[in-house]
């Protein structure tokens, strides 16, 4: 529901405020209180008293997690300025990892621009918003943040506990987000019976001269990488029952996942048995156990990759203890030297291109940044689904993959960069002990089974990241599994809308290509003699309305 009043705008989602809008300029992203359970899942409230009157709207909400609830008394006051409180109370000794309040700083025109910074203690000073993503917090112990955008400037003020903020971008998400409770506390973290407490988001805004922005606009020209496809033992078994599915899309390369904690030579085998009825570029992604004596772990999985007669065009390392991340205030898992891993791996497979990076997102590259000496290339995955899983958030996170590609250019120094699994759907979650169950196929976060990858909406999302792509230098993409949540198809052969998208894009690969994105209304790839075009507006429009 959008909601006007004088140069104010808003959309109302009936909990939070979406792309707070002076005139035509957004200047906030959003305002929502959000509780998250000890695995980083967003709990969905129950709405009640439900009140919207012309300046004003007030609700009630529930939050049920382990038999004890937060029920939380919510007003919107937008008279003068904005003003979201928020009274809380538990009902039950309460379980979260995050209660309350967290605010959305666009990116587009904000990115290394200027910001006053106001403290809890009441100090201020002047600073930026990142322009390369920040691996942590940039901005700690904060009470205000002013911002100057589109003739505006716009005063943020946040009251109720300690603020901080992330650089969200991190995880695809298009926007620098402001929460409270640092993570430097513990979590997850108990409210006793009864606990009673307030919080509040307050904006002011005056007009001001600034440096003009324009609607979000992208256009770049590069080379088409090489697409992949990641296949699990349990695939590369089917397929061999099946040969034309891998025929349905063609792709360069396949990506075999062999996690060393779980998996031995019979996976190897399987993979080695595809090999001999497709052809393609066999990309080995060893899961490596590092937990004892590197050189007698990687001469063991050498011996049996040749006993698999598994051919490997190149080998991308990651340490099983860094498939999970590490916040802010947490202890490392215990991991040896990535120099050590490398020079292990390297010694057990000479000859063969060695990569290493993150077998999960940019956080975790960003957080553990690997000697990229010792590599022949980099990788991490792009999940659009970590904080928000509404439409208009999954597309959006295309707004941010240019900063993500960016900064990762900037860490690996040159070497060759490749992008992992990336679906809407999330195959490991790297913070918490489960990626969320699905059963109802809902729009929820950190799930590994999101129903729009099997629809149009995953045909548009896939070819709109083909075109964030664009200009990155990223030499191969992997943008779908074979079979099942996250593939071209189900376990039946059912073909998703994406295995079309992605089967004229990989018949593409190396070819000269112009790519055009604007976030939330279209992508365009303009090959010679031929054109891709996608628009992302329908699939948005319902929640933007």
């Known amino acids: 529901m959008k909601i006007s009043h004088g140069t104010l705008s808003f959309n109302y989602d009936g909990v939070a405020l979406l792309r ?57 006051d937008f008279a003068e300025g904005l003003n979201f409180t928020a009274e809380a109370q538990a009902e039950g000794d309460f379980e979260t990892n995050r209660a309350g309040f967290t605010v959305l700083h666009p990116i587009t025109g904000v990115a290394g621009a200027p910001v006053l910074v106001e403290h809890s203690d009441g100090t201020r000073r002047d600073a930026q918003f990142p322009l390369l993503i920040a691996p942590w917090q940039p901005f700690q112990d904060l009470r205000a943040l002013t911002h100057w955008l589109g003739g505006w400037q716009i005063s943020c003020r946040m009251e109720g506990d300690a603020f901080e903020m992330e650089d969200q971008r991190q995880w695809g998400d298009a926007s620098y987000k402001t929460y409270v409770r640092p993570l430097a506390r513990p979590w997850p973290y108990h409210i006793a019976d009864a606990a009673r407490f307030d919080q509040a988001v307050r904006l002011n805004w005056q007009a001001a001269e600034t440096v003009e922005t324009s609607l979000p606009h992208t256009t770049a020209t590069g080379v088409f990488p090489q697409t992949a496809l990641v296949i699990t033992a349990a695939e590369a078994r089917r397929a061999v029952k099946q040969p034309g599915d891998l025929a349905l899309v063609k792709p360069q390369r396949l990506l075999c996942h062999f996690d060393a904690t779980r998996h031995g030579l019979a996976e190897l085998q399987a993979f080695s048995v595809l090999q001999a009825r497709y052809e393609a570029a066999y990309d080995l992604e060893l899961i490596a156990r590092c937990d004892g004596d590197l050189d007698a772990e990687f001469s063991g999985h050498a011996k049996d990759l040749a006993a698999s007669r598994l051919r490997v065009a190149s080998i991308m390392i990651c340490p099983s203890g860094d498939r999970q991340s590490t916040p802010p205030g947490s202890d490392w898992p215990a991991c040896p030297p990535l120099a050590d891993v490398y020079q292990a791996a390297r010694k057990a497979f000479p000859g063969v291109r060695l990569g290493g990076g993150m077998v999960s997102f940019f956080p975790e590259l960003n957080r553990k940044r690997p000697p990229v000496a010792g590599l022949d290339f980099v990788s991490h995955g792009l999940c659009p689904i970590v904080h928000d899983a509404s439409d208009i958030g999954v597309m959006q996170t295309l707004e ?104 004229e894009l990989a018949a593409r690969a190396g070819q000269q290509v112009e790519a055009e994105l604007l976030p939330n209304v279209s992508a365009r790839l303009r090959f010679s003699g031929a054109e891709m075009t996608t628009n992302l507006a329908s699939y948005v429009r319902t929640e933007l309305a």
């Not at 030499?475 to 779908?480: C, F, L």
Request: with cysteine.
């Open 400 to 503: 941010a993959v240019a900063h993500i590609t960016a900064s990762a250019r900037a860490i690996i120094e040159g070497k060759p960069y490749r992008l992992g699994p990336s679906t809407i759907a999330m195959r490991q979650n790297p913070y918490g002990a489960r990626v969320i169950p699905n059963p109802e196929a809902a729009r929820i976060c950190m799930t590994d089974d999101d129903p729009r990858h099997r629809t149009v909406f995953g045909a548009a999302y896939v070819l709109g990241l083909a075109a964030a792509l664009v200009g990155s230098g990223v030499e191969v993409w992997t943008p779908a599994g074979l079979y099942g949540p996250r593939g071209v198809m189900d376990w039946n052969g059912q073909a998703y809308p994406l295995a079309r998208v992605l089967a």
């Open 20 to 76: 707070i809008s002076l005139g035509e300029v957004e200047v906030i992203r959003g305002i929502a209180y959000l509780v998250r359970d000890r695995d980083w899942g967003t709990l969905v409230p129950q709405i009640s008293d439900e009140v919207i009157e012309l300046t004003r709207i007030s609700y009630r909400a529930r939050f049920e997690s382990q038999g004890a609830a937060l029920v939380v008394k919510v007003v919107i």
